[in-house]
Structures are given as structure tokens and as C-alpha cells.
């Protein structure tokens, strides 16, 4: 499918995805709805990982869960098929990951438990829209990502550092970019840093652990938000036997708008706990 | 004021508080009345404060937040004065306790920035309506605190560990008190850990740094929740010049529904910034 092609909604956008006719990223496309990561993981260590998301709300902003085997996502969309609906996946075993696929149905099982949390595609649309440009996305990279030497709140068996993205602005501007983004919770909300990438353990902003490099012009600042692939980095310390996300940039949309996320209903109980 | 006396809405209670007839803790008073702790700055400190509280959501959930000078907090009540309203008031100097106050008119001045944080009797009050028992109530004590070995996430000058509290439960009723907990985001939400203390750092559950031992019964695993004590810890490291705050157990009793707080308009614009 030829990614110039515009979608307009989240349902569409499904549709083709499910149909194996859109296996592209999605950033750009059905604008204004709700886009979102993903986290599939098996009943055993779901417990764990839901006191993790819940522990860690910057970086993991819980925004959907599916009951154990489900495969729709209550409050995001009428007709989704988590096995289906998302352009690219990715597998994980034991923490290491293994291989790729455009569709999960042949290794669903109904023991897996479906995690969605809000993504940074939601407060840039926000801030382009209103006038604050977005460095990476203006020189066409990827998002420059940085491990710190911040340590996330444990879950049961997840834990690891806090993974940060980085845009550069105009000092005066950060206050303003801060009020923006704190009307966005579900999707990483306010900067956690700005200033000396030292002080929080980042040698090198043009050497990314994941991502591009971007420029910092003269009297920029570099500003810092919590990353959605923190649980990225938990999920490799944890080494749970399966667990399958979306690929990088190709994401659940939803039929959500942006700046209206479901309430979701936690259930602890219908899952199961690894610890004490 | 005897202290026997119910107060039925948090109206009545800051109108008493106010004239300086109440001057008590405030459990149990004003039921199903938001309470919450109260933290108040000067406006070099304000825009780190504000940071600090949005990056560590679960110790320090912000329901409230003044402009600049201003003595009301917009959504929790129509008639708020913040130096009257409260029945009893701490003063830090340079982050040390340097005295008590029922009323703080005569330290007010145009600088001072007034942050509103949820607290834990919300959802005490939920767990006892369920049915759970809250054993530090039960045993009419003061709950018990613990400093962790997990540190919050930084904000500006203000950093420090996570203060957790610690209520005994069955280990087959946590994932039910976690979902009533998840209820209450606004107020400490879930459970951040339990099983064994030493875990988290913490040697001795009868000693604990603030409040009282309680006791554990056979068959019962110690519940710990971020507790509103942690950014007291951050300012003791911060320093700031002036710090007014509620004294323990004698909050700001509101006029919003304990389970339906306000949407806050975030000001960092308003306020001042100390990095980078």
C-alpha cells in the first residue's frame, strides 16, 4: 500500500490492517484519534505488569486492558482484533526478541492478557497544532531516546531505568510546551527534565540508545519525556516467556478522540499475581 | 471544640476552622468530602514544586493549584481561604520545622503558590465501605511510614525517596483491594508493592520513620501505598526558604465528592522556573 495514502479514521485504518492491505508506520495517519502501544503478555506475569503500568504512570500512561483471552479492547474501539488490527508486531521470547509478523492469530492463546498505553504521537500532534514545531519530525528522523540513570518504580518482576525522549526548545517556550502537554496524561503528559542531559545520566545527545540524533540550535534547551519504550527495557530484565508488542511507529489506533481517553476498569483480580 | 462533634460538609469545617473554633484532625469529619494535603512555596520554588509533583504522581497526586498570591484553589471549593481554612498549620524555614500554626494570615504575602495533593483517607474510607478493614484505624493508631530505597523522580531542586504506607491484608483479598485502589488515582491509587519489606528496603515493620507500629496477623502480607509524607522529604532536601503545609492529620476539607475530584489547570507559565 502506498503510505501517501491518508486514512481518516482509526476504524479504517484497522480494517486494512487486519486485511493485510496496510503494514506501514503510522504516525500521520487518522489524525486527531487516539494512537497507542501495546503489550501483550501471558496471564503469569499480567499481575506483575499491571502494578508496573500503574506504579509508573509517566512512562506507562495505562489507557486499556483486556481480560484474559480477549481479543476486543473495552473503551477504545467497537471492533478490535488485537490479533489482527495492529500494521506490525513484534514477538519476544524470554525477553529477546525473535521475529516479526503482520498478524498474531497463530499464536493466540486465550492465557494472554492485552496492555495499551497512551504514545508520544498524541501531545506532537498537540504541539504542532499549536505552533511549537517538533525537531525530529521537521527533519524527518526518529525520535532521539536516551536510557537515564532514573530507576522506574518495580512491578512484581518488572523494573529497569527511566527511557526518555528529547526535544529541543527556546527556554522561554518550555513553560508553555509543560501547560500543553499537562493537558495530556494519557500520553506521557508534562517534560520530566529539561537542562543538563548529565544530571540525569545522558552522556552524549547525539549518540541515542535507540532513535536519531536531532539538532540543537543556538539558545535551545533540550527537553526530556517519559518514553514508551521503558517497558521496553523492563520486559528485557524480566524475560517473560511470550510477550508481543507493536513494532516501533506502527501502532493500535483507536476510535478514540486524542484528548479524550476511556476511564478503564482494572482487574487485578481477574489476574494473576506473582508475588508475594 | 469537642472533638466528638460531626461536621457533616467541608464548608462547615473550614467556616469553624476559619473562625478558629476547630482546630482538630479532620477523620472522619465531612464524609465522603475530599481531604487532602496542602503544600504551599514561595514562587522561585514553585515551577520545581509543580514538576516534582507531576513526575511522581502516585506520592504526590495534584488536585489543586493556586495562581501566584491568590487564596482560594478553583474547583474545590467556592469560599477556600488557604490561610484560614485549615485547622492547623506547619512552618518549615530552610526546610527545618520551625513552628505551628491555626491560621497563616500573618505569613502571607503575593508570592506564595498554594499545591493541593490527594491523601490516603479517600481510599480508606472506600476499603472500610467494601468491607476491608483498615487496621492502624482499627487499632486507633497512626498509620504506619516507611522511608524506601526507591527514590522519586526529580523535579528541579526538589528529590528524594518514595515514603510509602503500610496496611495488612490477606494475601487472597490484595487484587481486590488494588482494583477498589485503582478507583482513586487521585489519592494514592493502587498498592506500589507488597510482600516482604526488605524488598523495598525496609528492615524493621515495627519501627517504622513516622505514625505507629500495627499488627500483622497470621496469614497477612504488609499492603504498602505511596504516601503523601514523600514530598515533606523532598522539601527537607530542597530547602526552600519558607514551606507552609497542613499539619499532619489536620487537612484541607473540600466541597468536591471524594470520588469525583477536579480537572486542574496546570500554570507552569505562572509561575517561576528555577532550571535550567
Redesign the interface.
Known amino acids: 500500500m502506498n503510505v501517501a495514502v491518508k486514512i481518516k479514521s482509526g476504524a479504517e485504518l484497522r480494517r486494512l490492517a487486519r486485511s493485510g492491505e496496510f503494514t506501514d508506520q503510522t504516525a500521520g495517519q487518522a489524525p486527531d484519534h487516539l494512537q497507542a502501544n501495546v503489550v501483550i503478555l501471558a496471564l503469569k506475569h499480567a499481575?506483575d505488569f499491571l502494578?508496573y503500568c500503574?506504579?509508573n504512570?509517566?512512562p506507562c500512561p495505562l489507557i486499556g486492558l483486556s481480560r484474559p483471552g480477549e481479543t476486543g479492547i473495552a473503551g477504545l474501539g467497537t471492533d478490535i482484533d488485537i490479533r489482527k488490527d495492529i500494521p506490525r508486531y513484534r514477538v519476544y521470547r524470554d525477553g529477546v526478541l525473535s521475529g516479526h509478523a503482520d498478524d498474531i492469530a497463530g499464536l493466540w492463546s486465550d492465557d494472554l492478557v492485552t496492555f495499551v498505553l497512551g504514545c508520544s504521537f498524541t501531545f506532537e500532534e498537540a504541539l504542532i497544532r499549536a505552533g511549537f514545531g517538533v525537531r525530529h519530525i521537521e527533519q524527518q528522523r526518529n525520535v532521539p531516546m536516551f536510557k537515564t540513570r532514573?530507576?522506574t518504580?518495580?512491578g512484581g518482576v518488572f523494573h529497569g531505568p527511566?527511557v526518555v525522549t528529547m526535544r529541543p526548545y527556546r527556554?522561554d517556550l518550555?513553560?508553555?510546551v509543560?501547560?500543553l502537554c499537562?493537558k495530556y496524561?494519557h500520553a506521557h503528559?508534562?517534560?520530566?527534565?529539561?537542562?543538563?542531559p548529565a544530571d540525569i545520566g545522558i552522556e552524549d545527545l547525539q549518540s541515542p540508545d535507540y532513535g536519531d540524533p536531532v539538532d540543537l540550535r543556538p539558545g535551545e534547551?533540550p527537553v526530556f519525556w517519559a518514553c514508551g519504550v521503558t517497558p521496553q527495557a523492563a520486559i528485557e530484565a524480566a524475560r517473560p516467556s511470550i510477550c508481543i508488542t507493536h513494532a516501533p511507529g506502527h501502532m493500535l489506533v483507536t476510535d478514540v478522540m486524542s484528548d479524550n481517553p476511556p476511564k478503564i476498569d482494572?482487574?487485578?483480580?481477574d489476574?494473576q499475581?506473582e508475588?508475594?
Open positions: 499481575g502494578q500503574l506504579n504512570p509517566k532514573m530507576q518504580m518495580p527511566l527556554a518550555i513553560p508553555s509543560f501547560d499537562a496524561p503528559g508534562t517534560p520530566v527534565f529539561w537542562g543538563d534547551v482494572i482487574g487485578m483480580a489476574l499475581i508475588q508475594p
